[in-house]
């Protein structure tokens, strides 16, 4: 599973195809929305009108877009961006 979560080239062709066929602001608003239904599920799971399951729905949909937007962005940037926030959060852990 974490492979899947974390290998962004397992989906590359379809990352590409998605981008070709509705292009690159179409992916920006996609991800938005995904967020804001995401936002929305867990504002409502809070309350209990959502199910677990429906979070996870969400929250698939928006790791999809994640990897959408890191695929356009570029793996390894992102990955930078990623190991110095871990770096800051680890300090942070460890500051008295
Ligand atoms: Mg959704």
């Known amino acids: 599973m974490r492979e899947v979560l974390m290998d962004n080239k397992a989906y590359a062709d379809i990352f590409d195809a998605t981008l070709q066929k509705w292009g690159i602001e179409a992916q920006y608003d996609q991800a938005i929305e995904e967020c804001a239904e995401l936002i929305a599920a867990l504002k409502h799971f809070k ?19 994640t990897q959408q937007l890191v695929f356009m962005l570029g793996e390894d940037r992102v990955d930078s961006a990623i190991t110095r926030k871990v770096e800051k959060l ?6 008295r």
Do not use: Q
């Open 90 to 95: 680890r300090l942070l852990l460890h500051a």
């Open 47 to 65: 309350r209990g009108k959502v199910t677990e399951s429906e979070i996870i729905d969400e929250l698939a949909d928006v790791i999809l877009m």
